[in-house]
């Protein structure tokens, strides 16, 4: 029994299936609008968020956080400064209900978690 590999044949194979994985598995960069607010999805499941853009290397400013329930159940949204633990915003949403947060990140960065499914608070600090 003769296994020969011939790379030469399975290289481009390997460098097409390296290419062609679908965007969405991959983190978009997150998108600032004309007026300086930068725009992150986030997608609420039951115990956990899934955010389309990342969440590194975020900068102080204005935010727009646009969450979607997807946990099929009531859940909520609660994020707070990350330094003094200050509520920026809080409230529920209904399955499939979408909702937006806007918030300023200051120098120290924010958390935010679910406060009725339960769920680790998400800490983002802000590039120093």
């Not at 992150?40 to 590194?56: P, Q, R, S, V, W």
């Not at 935010?112 to 983002?124: M, Q």
Request: glycine letters at 6%; a neutral charge.
């Amino acid at each position: 029994m003769n296994l020969t590999i011939h790379y030469s044949r399975i290289f481009p194979v390997l460098f097409l299936l390296a290419f062609s994985i679908p965007a969405q598995l991959m983190a978009a960069t997150p998108q600032t609008r004309a007026d300086g607010v930068t725009v992150i999805h986030l997608d609420e499941y039951n115990g956990y968020f899934a955010a389309k853009e990342t969440l590194a290397s975020l900068k102080a400013g204005k935010y727009e956080f646009v969450i979607t329930n997807q946990a099929g159940k009531l859940v909520g949204f609660q994020i707070q400064d990350l330094n003094t633990k200050t509520n920026l915003d809080m409230f529920p949403l209904e399955p499939g209900e979408t909702r937006i947060s806007q918030v300023t990140i200051g120098k120290d960065g924010v958390r935010f978690r679910c406060p009725i499914n339960p769920t680790p608070w998400y800490e983002l600090d802000v590039i120093k």
